[in-house]
């Protein structure tokens, strides 16, 4: 019986020794992986202009991008290439506007160890190919011990998420997605028609956008070992959790769940497969040898909150 137990304790310990001598390798390898990199060349040319027949669109949507200098710039109109839902609705009033779209993000990112993060109220973290952009959180807030908060409060303690909660309806379409008060069509969780478009539900790594800081953004899947291009897809998990404390001063959670506001959730290091800004370093099909890049998750955050490069 000892003798049992002996070994099985000491294949325990090689399994444990196995496993932190790949830990160690993966690592290694990663560490090898230069972040910093010029973009330049990839996706440079994407260009679209096509009607979308959709009831609430009915226009064309246009979106180009070039690359010049050191620069990525886009010239849109802000529609949507998918199919949408309809729009105004029972609990979004606005109507599918073209928009003027013009963003430029660097060629040359860097990341850093400084997180900019991103305020509650539309902020453009990035952008898509089809130039609709991509916002967090929602304008609406609660105060604090304030049972009566609502859509478009204008208090600043309490952040309501447009998703991933049952309590507020935004209006979302299919697309997580829904319209500002000037028209503008946006996204504000997994924008399913155009992952679909671009074939991203077939579990392949499909870049999809960029970030303000010049990152590029994929959508869901990603490679089981950051470090390798052959090893397997994988649906990749933020690290975000529920927070375990909740204050005295947050609105009662019978009325309004835990989920239900931004500050409601707390990074865990480790928890998921990205850091507190949905990203990681590692190869990607557009850069073989590694580039910190953003990745839209069916989890928490679902969007980058916050970015790690220069802007």
Wanted: hydrophobic share 30%.
């Amino acid at each position: 019986m000892f003798a049992y137990q002996f070994l099985n304790v000491l294949l325990a310990c090689i399994v444990l020794i196995l496993l932190s001598a790949c830990g160690d390798k993966h690592q290694s390898v990663l560490s090898k992986i230069k972040p910093d990199q010029s973009t330049a060349g990839v996706l440079c040319d994407y260009q679209y202009n096509q009607y979308n027949t959709s009831k609430s669109v009915e226009a064309n949507s246009v979106a180009y991008w070039s690359c010049d200098g050191n620069s990525r710039d886009l010239d849109a109109n802000g529609i949507p290439d998918h199919e949408v839902g309809r729009f105004p609705n029972a609990n979004n009033a606005y109507t599918i506007l073209q928009q003027s779209v013009f963003e430029s993000y660097t060629l040359t990112p860097v990341k850093t160890n400084v997180t900019t993060t991103f305020g509650r109220s539309h902020s453009v973290i990035g952008m898509l190919l089809n130039g609709v952009k991509m916002a967090v959180g929602s304008s609406s807030t609660c105060r604090d011990i304030d049972n009566n908060c609502g859509v478009n409060n204008k208090a600043e303690q309490w952040n309501i998420e447009s998703i991933g909660q049952d309590v507020f309806d935004f209006g979302l379409d299919q697309n997580n997605a829904h319209v500002q008060d000037n028209g503008t069509y946006h996204y504000h969780g997994i924008p399913e028609g155009f992952i679909t478009n671009r074939g991203g539900n077939k579990k392949t790594m499909t870049l999809i956008g960029w970030a303000a800081d010049g990152f590029p953004i994929y959508a869901r899947y990603g490679y089981s070992n950051p470090a390798d291009a052959n090893s397997a897809i994988k649906l990749m998990k933020g690290s975000y959790q529920l927070v375990s404390e909740i204050s005295d001063s947050r609105p009662s959670v019978d009325i309004y769940p835990l989920g239900t506001f931004q500050q409601d959730w707390e990074y865990v290091l480790g928890l998921g497969d990205l850091d507190e800004c949905n990203g990681q370093v590692g190869v990607t099909p557009e850069f073989p040898k590694g580039i910190y890049h953003y990745y839209v998750t069916d989890s928490y955050p679902y969007f980058q909150r916050c970015v790690k490069g220069k802007i």
